[in-house]
């Protein structure tokens, strides 16, 4: 699931650089396998390109378990299952940064697809919501001086931003910390669904934080999302 925004507001004033824990190697794209050579990009326009896939392990379970967080302190977490029949991991760099985007394409067990759309769908504006209203508490427990702050490097942004939409007949949705570099604790800046309905494909990809400097503003971190849905759902549709 999407990570829990990090507790420490000080750091809201550094966005030179984005971090990353690991440095990816990039060594020569590897092949999916042929189940999902269609389903898999190797490269993008912009340099981003495919370093290393896993396959999903043979003898798991076909599911597994999403959390929601309980809406008030003592509710015990909800807990629901999404079919997986196979599936496999995809990661994807820049030339010379870290890992960008860990991807990971589910296909749903025969008859399952809608309803594990429907779980993921819900999971995450749960975990958006969540987010929001976590940090907005956060926020108001800053001097006047940290908040100003803030609203001048988000430029009218939300913290933590939901979106829905569709791009090429494909639906997408992503929740996005929008104070790039210092709102995500583990590196994860935004997670994203793509839903590949001919396929009965959900692709869900965490777009992490760089060690390098390979985004100097928020603007140029959200120029990169948005290529990375577009880009990859060209290649799904065949644009």
């Known amino acids: 699931m999407f990570n829990t925004i990090s507790r420490t507001l000080s750091t809201l004033l550094m966005l030179s650089t984005l971090a990353v824990q690991a440095q990816a190697q990039v060594p020569d794209t590897p092949a999916p396998p042929a189940a999902f050579e269609k389903l898999v990009p190797r490269t993008f326009a912009n340099g981003l390109r495919l370093v290393q896939l896993r396959p999903r392990c043979e003898n798991c379970a076909p599911w597994r378990i999403i959390k929601f967080v309980p809406g008030s302190p003592g509710e015990p977490a909800r807990q ?6 196979s599936g496999i991991t995809a990661m994807y760099a820049f030339p010379d940064g870290g890992y960008f985007a860990n991807t990971k394409l589910e296909k749903s067990v025969a008859g399952s697809y809608e ?3 429907a779980v993921v769908t819900e999971a995450l504006e749960h975990e958006c919501a969540f987010s929001k209203k976590l940090l907005a508490a956060q926020v108001q427990g800053q ?3 940290v908040r100003d702050k803030l609203e001048q490097l988000l430029a009218g942004r939300e913290y933590v931003e939901f979106k829905r939409a ?17 709102l995500a604790s583990g590196g994860t800046l935004t997670q994203l ?17 760089q060690k390098t400097a390979t985004f100097r503003s928020i603007d140029e971190f959200l120029q990169a999302q948005a290529a ?6 060209d290649f799904l549709t065949g644009a």
């Open 228 to 233: 990375f849905v577009e880009g990859y759902i």
């Open 166 to 182: 569709k791009y090429r007949g494909i639906e997408y949705l992503w929740c996005t910390q929008n104070a790039t570099g210092a």
């Open 115 to 117: 309803r594990d759309k």
């Open 80 to 85: 629901e299952k999404v079919s997986v029949g």
């Open 193 to 209: 669904q793509i839903f590949v309905p001919l396929d009965e494909i959900i692709v869900t990809a965490y777009l992490m934080k």
């Open 143 to 145: 001097p006047a001086a």
